[in-house]
């Protein structure tokens, strides 16, 4: 069953850091990019960052640039946020996503982990 | 960045009615980088249709996805309860984008 699991969620004074992780199974971890999307209380989603297969290639929302780090280690099936210089609005529940596969076009977003909520205090 | 604006904002109607969902981009997108996502209280997105209407793996055929350029469909045919919920389109192209989501709601 393709499956990912995050964790590495919690509460985090404003300015501090944080490190989410999302665990893969399932699927050539490799072969896939992945992204992190987020979702603030009661709000829609925003796509954070995303990331290749083989990890050459990352990008970011201009919310996060900066102050965020994607990241990968393909030997583990795992995947990483690194979070600093947290803000009140940089809290959410956070998602990892796999991207699925096509050959005509965007494939999508095709498996979702179930999140892992970041609370920001001051 | 490209902005997806949804509309309506939430839509009534009962069982077995037709739901029709708009996405308008502030500028052209590739329909082949237009998703369509459904999102039930206190679970993750799922997947409906990628490449603006192509379904995703085990999506029912009362979902489709239609549009190009900056105006983009999500149709439900036949509204079956479990299809109350809030959907996002998201298009790829210098960046990723999600719109703001239309409630689906029960009348």
């Known amino acids: 069953e393709v499956q990912l699991l995050e964790s590495g969620g919690g509460l985090v004074q404003r300015g501090g850091s944080l490190r989410l992780s999302c665990a893969a199974s399932g699927f050539t971890f490799t072969n896939y990019a992945m992204s992190w999307v987020r979702q603030a209380p009661g709000k829609g989603l925003e796509w954070v960052s995303g990331i290749s297969g083989n990890g050459d290639s990352t990008n970011y929302a201009d919310s996060v640039k900066g102050r965020f780090t994607i990241s990968r280690d393909n030997s583990k099936n795992t995947l990483f946020l690194h979070m600093n210089s947290l803000r009140d609005e940089d809290a959410a529940v956070y998602y990892c996503?796999?991207?699925?596969?096509?050959?005509?076009?965007?494939?999508?977003?095709?498996?979702w982990g179930q999140g892992t909520t970041v609370t920001v205090s001051s | 960045e490209i902005v997806l604006t949804q509309s309506p904002g939430t839509l009534s109607l009962s069982a077995g009615e037709r739901a029709t969902l708009s996405c308008r981009a502030s500028q052209s997108v590739s329909s082949s980088y237009l998703a369509w996502y459904q999102q039930k209280p206190g679970q993750a997105p799922r997947l409906l249709i990628y490449?603006?209407?192509y379904r995703a793996t085990g999506i029912p055929d009362r979902f489709s996805g239609s549009g190009s350029g900056t105006d983009f469909s999500l149709t439900i045919s036949r509204l079956e309860p479990e299809d109350f919920a809030v959907y996002y389109c998201q298009q790829y192209g210098s960046s990723l984008t999600f719109g703001g989501g239309t409630k689906v709601e029960i009348k």
């Open positions: 490449g603006a209407s």
């Open positions: 996503a796999k991207w699925g596969s096509t050959s005509c076009c965007y494939p999508g977003m095709d498996v």
